[in-house]
Structures are given as structure tokens and as C-alpha cells.
């Protein structure tokens, strides 16, 4: 584990040209191989952040650290997963070849390169589709294909934006349980937006809550021992009360 | 439908499609009765038949095909290099954009008599006409197609530790493949139109000759061979072309891009 980096957002702030302050103050510390969930209400900045984060778009003020070092611009050391998977896979290469996309500039042996982009298709259970082409795949099956064409990276940070948001309720759920085994296994870190409270609680331990924007803040930095199993687990509705009524309370100012 | 129950639809409505049209003929020229205006399509068949025979036919075709085929294997490449070129970096299309939209609008066929005066009365300069007109094509359908490539592709890419120059070979150029084949497509059908302009002015072979030759002797049947000719030709291309892409590389045709 000692491989990854620890993530600083140090005292950032984000507008664009002279529009209105997306985001202030954002002070998170994220330490290698935390699963964190960021939470907010549509149009708060979550993507911002994910941006910002990336490397896509740069702090207005503040910095981005990545153990010490500064944040310039995207990477594959921070891997970007995108909600919108009918544009976000590669539609001239099949399943193997999106997930051997990033992984050509790393390990230059074909057969080692082979070996590890079958390895991660197996953990996402796609070893059954390898050589089909992406207008052949189903949602979730695109999203299995991009989650392991990030993992096949070894990031220090895979970010999620709002991943599962656009599939139905039975592959989100098998997909929240594939990721949580998937991180288990593998420990780097994971940085899930989601505007779902329930899906935060199920699948980590530590959602953080943006306030509506502009102006946006982190207003609630929710940690507890372990994630929840299951929604009827003790505790489960007081930790959703609570982080429901932080995002209420900031709607109203 | 079934894959065998469409292809038996589309056999019996295009032999439907050619019955009614050579029936149609046929009743024009009997009511028409001037062989030397309007043969029958008999007429016409057994002169195409003796055209095939004598060799003659396919020395006409061969030219032509062989015309398109030069000015295409050198104006595709350069239309589709130089339309990515001007989609991905903008001081290229700063520069080259008056000059596209003037071309534009000056046909191929306006060229031929500068064609001529430059590179006399030769193959070269009928290789000239397709490659000018087939680049512009490609360029234009590349160009479109950069401009359309998916803003989520390229941060992808970009998040997987791509540089500005690998996206455009790696991202740019595949993401844009399927404008150039269709810009390739329209780019058949354009340059058959431009074959038989340069081919009326002091070709001695080709289709475009057939039809100015068979005017010059009253040969009405020679003219409808060269027309039809070009015709089915044009449609012949378009159809094997559209096959090649579907079946020999799948991976780059369009409909693997709708719904993705
Ligand atoms: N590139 C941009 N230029 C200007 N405004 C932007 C840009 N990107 C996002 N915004 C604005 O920032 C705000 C937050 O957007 P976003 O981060 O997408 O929210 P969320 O992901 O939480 O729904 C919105 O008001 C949006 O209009
Ligand atoms: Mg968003």
C-alpha cells in the first residue's frame, strides 16, 4: 500500500472567468487507499472537484497535492471514470484493447502487457467478452470495461464521477459490490461522487457532503468505523438522516 | 426480418425496380418510333453485348475505374491528413480556411481548361481534376469530424497519460475514421462526375468519351451505354465500398458509433 500517494486539497477555490465562486475553502486531506464518497446536490461542483482533481481545470486558488507535489494537469496516476459510458470507452477497440489503451506506454512486452489487461478484465468479470466492441456491450458491461481500464493503471486515485448513475438499480447494486471487493483487494484510493446518500453509506466509510452552490463547502465530513452492509443495519437510517439534513440546511441558505 | 428473407427482398424489389424501368423504355421508344433518337432497350443490349465481346466495353470502364482509382489513392490520403490537421489545431484551419471555402465552390469541371493549359491534353491532368475534387471531399467530411470527436474521449485519453501529439494518432485519427470513409463515399460519386468532364475533352478512351464519341456518329445506343455505364459503375463502386467497410473492417464503420 505503501506505493500510493496521499491526496491534499489545500484551501482551494474554483471560478471560471468572472462567473460566481463554484467552490471555496475546500480543505480535504484523503490519505492513500481510503474509499471516500463525495456527496452534493446537482450543480453543487462535484464535477468541478473531479475536475479539479484530474488535472482537467486548475484551482483559482489553492493547490493540489499528490504527496508534496503539485497537480498540473491529468495523469494516470489519477484515473478519471465517467458516468456517461456510451462516449467515454474507445467504439474502433474491443474490450481488451480499451482496457490495453493506457497500459501501451507502461509495460512494453506484448505477451506481460496481455497477461495483466486479462488478469483485470477477469476482476471485473468480463473475461467472457474480451473481444466484443463496445456497441455490443450493455451499460453495465461498459462500466466494468472502464473501471478496468483504470485499475489496469495502478492509480494512486481512480475518480469516479456520479459512475453508476445512469444504470438501473440491479447492476448498480452488483457493480457497488464489485467496486468494494475490487478496492478490498486491491487498497488503492477511491474517490466516488454520487448524489445517492444510500449508495455513499453502502459502499465506504467516509462521505464527505458539498453544500449546494455557488460558493460551495464541504459542510460535513461524515466518518464512521465501517461502511454499512446493508441498509438495514443499525445506524443506517441515523447516518442517512444526518447527511440528508446537511445537504437540506444548505439548500436553504 | 431474417437475414436470408431481406436479402430475398432486396433481389425482388430491385429486379421490380429495373422491370418497370426497361418497361417504361420500351413502351417510349416503340410510341416515340425514331431508332435514332430513342433505340429500344433490345437495341441497346445487343450493342452492349457486341461492346463486350469485341473487348471494347471494358477498355472504356478500365479507364475510367483506373482514372478514379489514381486520383483517389493519392487525394483521399491528402484530403483526410490534411482535414484532421485543420479540425485538431486551430492555426491550421486559421490558415487554410479561406482557401477550403473558395474551392468549395469552384467545380472541378471549372478547372478543366486551366487543366489543360498546364498539363496539356494527358492523364495527368485528368488524375489532377479527381484528386482535386475527392481531397476537397475528404477533407471536408474529416474536418467535420474532428469537430465532433466526444470531449470525454479525449480526457479520457488525456486522464490515461496521452500527449497532445499520441491523441491525435491515437484518439483523433481512429475517432475520425468513419467521417473519412463516409467523405471517401460521396467522394466516389463526385469523382465519377468529374472522370466524364475530363474525359469529353480529347480523352481517347473512357466512359465520358463513349457518350461524346456516340454524338459525334449519331450513335445513340454508344451514348446510353456510356450513361447507364457510368450509372451502374458509380453504383457498382459505391455498393462494393460500402460492403468492404461493413465486412472487412467492421471496427470502422459508423454504425459501430451509433448508441456505442
Ligand atoms: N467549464 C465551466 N465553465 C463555466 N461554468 C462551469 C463550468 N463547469 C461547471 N460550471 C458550473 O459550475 C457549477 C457546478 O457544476 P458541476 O461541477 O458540474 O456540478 P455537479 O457535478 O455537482 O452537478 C454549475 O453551476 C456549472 O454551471
Ligand atoms: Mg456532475
Known sequence: ?253 | MTAPKKIIYRVVSGAISVAVFVVIWSIASTLFNTPILLPSPTDVFHSAMSMLYEGELLIHIGSSVKRLIVGMAVGVPVGALIGCAMGWFPTVNALLDPYVRMANSIPAIALIPFSLLWFGVSEFSRYALIFYTVSLCVLLSARAGVRSVSEIQIKAAQSLGLGEKEMFVRVVIPAVFPSILSGVRTGIGLGVMVIVAAEMVGASDGLGYLIMEGRSHFAVDRMIIGILGLGLLSLFLDRSFTYIVEHVMPRWSTKRRVGN
Request: net charge negative.
Open chain 1, 1 to 253: 500500500m505503501a506505493e500510493w500517494k496521499n491526496l491534499v486539497i489545500k484551501d482551494v477555490t474554483k471560478r471560471f472567468d468572472s462567473g460566481p465562486c463554484i467552490l471555496s475553502g475546500i480543505d480535504i486531506r484523503i490519505s492513500r487507499g481510503s474509499f471516500v464518497c463525495v456527496l452534493g446536490p446537482s450543480g453543487s461542483g462535484k464535477s468541478t472537484l473531479a475536475d479539479l482533481i484530474a488535472g482537467f481545470v486548475k484551482p483559482s486558488t489553492g493547490d493540489i497535492l499528490l504527496d508534496h507535489e503539485k497537480v498540473t494537469g491529468p495523469g494516470p496516476d489519477r484515473v478519471v471514470i465517467f458516468q456517461d459510458f456510451s462516449n467515454a470507452l474507445f467504439p474502433w477497440l474491443t474490450v481488451a484493447e480499451n482496457v490495453e489503451f493506457g497500459l501501451k506506454k507502461i509495460i512494453g512486452d506484448k505477451a506481460a502487457r496481455r497477461r495483466k489487461v486479462l488478469d483485470t478484465l477477469g476482476m471485473v468479470k468480463l473475461s467472457d467478452h474480451i473481444d466484443k466492441f463496445p456497441s455490443e456491450l450493455s451499460g453495465g458491461m461498459k462500466q466494468r470495461t472502464q473501471i478496468a481500464r483504470g485499475i489496469v493503471m495502478n492509480p494512486d486515485i481512480l475518480l469516479m464521477d456520479e459512475p453508476f448513475g445512469a444504470l438501473d438499480a440491479i447492476t448498480r447494486r452488483h457493480l457497488q459490490d464489485e467496486l468494494v471487493k475490487i478496492w478490498e483487494e486491491l487498497g488503492q484510493t477511491i474517490i466516488f461522487i454520487t448524489h445517492d446518500i444510500g449508495e455513499a453509506l453502502l459502499i465506504s466509510n467516509r462521505v464527505l457532503v458539498l453544500s449546494s452552490g455557488p460558493n460551495a463547502e464541504i459542510v460535513e465530513d461524515f466518518k464512521q468505523e465501517h461502511r454499512f452492509e446493508d441498509p438495514s443495519d443499525k445506524g443506517f437510517s441515523a447516518a442517512y438522516r444526518r447527511i440528508e439534513n446537511s445537504i437540506e440546511s444548505s439548500l436553504k441558505t
